[in-house]
């Protein structure tokens, strides 16, 4: 079998680790050709035909977030028009939504939660010829009938993985070209990611983990790799990419402190390289922080998300207090680490005075970092379900997370006190970090016109694609904002594919 898995991703992520951890189980386990057809920054149907056309795959499997899924509903409509491929996709919202997938036309089988498993199972028993419609995870359209199989169980031993399939991404040719994310603009190039465990162990109301670990029934949900496994793998990115740093991709690091001491005395030996992970205030107690430190974590990134106790613990089962978050923040700065600070206004409910207690409680944290998201809802979440039941929601979903419109219907606050408090969030993060939202995501545009791999013909797709996305977010056209903004030009001087800086009109 050849299946041929495709990136999406966005306009800001090349490496997709998912996509790498299912290719790299494939190949552990089986001999089917697995290829990769990259839309990243430039999801044009014509492209993504010829890309079929030269691979001839049996199976073409997609990955969707919700932001995805009109991406992915597009090229499966394209793949089925041109192709006799079966096509599958798998990730959260599939997960969440999955009658909405399945009931598409162009969508053949859907996965439900972790793929690796299912998808070899999938793949084996089409080659055999064999029923594949009895396949846990799996949702499967077949001769007018529709299968719907359970979950099965979680892949309990994280060591049994195969490390992510880099090679299928062409990782190193490109990598140092680009930030993996945006966390931190002044980090070395050279990043190089992973992750040390899969799952968390809080109950977000806005996160896709608290629906996923409630499928799952929770007791098994956060598994841990041994260090020993991790440190091999991490000694052979070395050797391989020459990393300045690494950093950890899970949304919570590992906070066994036994796993703590052992990772920090052989990280250091061993790797010695600074690390990023990302981290709850709850957990920043003394001794987890003096090992990260020992051990030479860099920056850590904490999701701050609302400056409000009260909301916080009503709305997003968040029920730490400000001190706690504050005293996070000072115990990383007095070990001398980094400290991030993530955010998000325009959910449900939310006042004008709430979106300043978050602006305020960010002044006095003072994070190295700062940046702020607008709230989306997203299928499964205790949140849109919440949305749902207040006729919160609006019609269709977003398409990127670099958006200045409400993701909801705000209900308690004016849209010119919401572009206030956009605005003073910005201001806040000019004067403490000295570049701000739009910087941010201009600068992860950008970057991309830098990627090595494109052909001159694609940097100017992704130029338009982007100036497109700023038009129809910021209702202006961005040369004209920046003309409007020459400070905000002098931050972002990128060379653009001619030889021009970035803030001269084109
Ligand atoms: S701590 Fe982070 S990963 Fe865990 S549920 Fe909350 S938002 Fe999600």
């Not at 299912?22 to 001999?31: G, M, P, T, V």
């Not at 066994?256 to 030996?269: I, N, P």
């Not at 920043?284 to 998300?305: D, H, P, Q, W, Y």
């Not at 016109?449 to 338009?464: F, G, H, K, L």
Request: a negative charge; hydrophobic letters at 35%.
């Amino acid at each position: 079998m050849k299946i041929a898995f495709v990136n999406i991703g966005g306009s800001m992520f090349t490496f997709h680790n998912g996509i790498a951890a299912l290719s790299a189980y494939i190949k552990h386990h089986s001999e089917h050709e697995v290829a990769l057809i990259d839309m990243i920054g430039h999801p044009r149907p014509l492209k993504f035909q010829h890309q079929v056309e030269i691979i001839q795959p049996d199976v073409i499997a997609f990955t969707a977030m919700t932001i995805y899924w009109p991406n992915v509903r597009a090229l499966a409509t394209r793949a089925k028009q041109m192709s006799s491929a079966k096509t599958i996709v798998g990730g959260y919202h599939p997960t969440f939504a999955p009658e909405e997938c399945i009931s598409h036309p162009a969508m053949d089988v859907i996965c439900r939660g972790e793929g690796e498993e299912a998808l070899l199972a999938f793949l084996n028993a089409l080659e055999r010829g064999e029923d594949y419609t009895r396949i846990p995870n799996l949702w499967v359209k077949k001769d007018g009938n529709l299968y719907k199989n359970d979950i099965r169980p979680l892949i309990a031993n994280m060591d049994e993985l195969p490390f992510w399939d880099r090679d299928l991404f062409n990782y190193g040719s490109w990598y140092d070209a680009m930030p993996t994310s945006l966390s931190d603009l002044d980090r070395p190039e050279r990043t190089v990611t992973l992750a040390a465990s899969r799952g968390c162990y809080y109950d977000c109301t806005y996160c896709s983990n608290e629906p996923l670990k409630a499928m799952y029934g929770g007791k098994t949900f956060v598994r841990t790799r041994s260090v020993d496994h991790i440190i091999k793998e991490m000694k052979m990115l070395k050797a391989r990419y020459n990393p300045d740093l690494f950093e950890f991709q899970e949304e919570l690091f590992v906070a066994h402190l036994d796993w703590l001491e052992e990772f920090a005395d052989k990280y250091k030996r061993e790797i010695g390289l600074p690390f990023n992970i990302s981290y709850r205030e709850e957990l920043a107690r003394t001794k987890n922080m003096e090992l990260l430190a020992k051990a030479g974590c860099n920056s850590i990134a904490f999701g701050v998300e609302c400056g409000s106790e009260e909301y916080r613990k009503k709305y997003l089962t968040r029920r730490m207090s400000n001190r706690k978050i504050e005293e996070a923040f000072d115990r990383t700065h007095e070990l001398g680490m980094k400290a991030l600070s993530f955010n998000i206004i325009g959910m449900p409910f939310e006042t004008y005075d709430l979106i300043q207690e978050t602006i305020q409680l960010n002044r006095r944290l003072q994070a190295d970092y700062l940046q702020w998201f607008i709230y989306q809802p997203y299928p499964g979440t205790i949140l849109y379900n919440i949305c749902k039941e207040n006729d919160l929601l609006l019609p269709g979903y977003t398409s990127s997370y670099i958006s200045l419109r409400p993701g909801i219907k705000l209900t308690h606050i004016t849209r010119e006190e919401f572009q206030q408090c956009m605005e003073d969030f910005m201001a806040l993060q000019r004067e403490q970090q000295g570049y701000d939202w739009l910087d941010i995501a201009a600068q992860s545009n950008e970057t991309l016109v830098n990627v090595r791999y494109a052909t001159e013909e694609e940097r100017y797709d992704i130029m338009d694609l982007y100036n497109q996305t700023f038009q129809r977010d910021h209702g202006i056209n961005r040369w004209e904002w920046f003309r409007r903004n020459p400070e905000g030009a002098e931050k972002t001087p990128s060379p653009s594919p001619t030889g021009r800086t970035s803030s001269e009109p084109r």
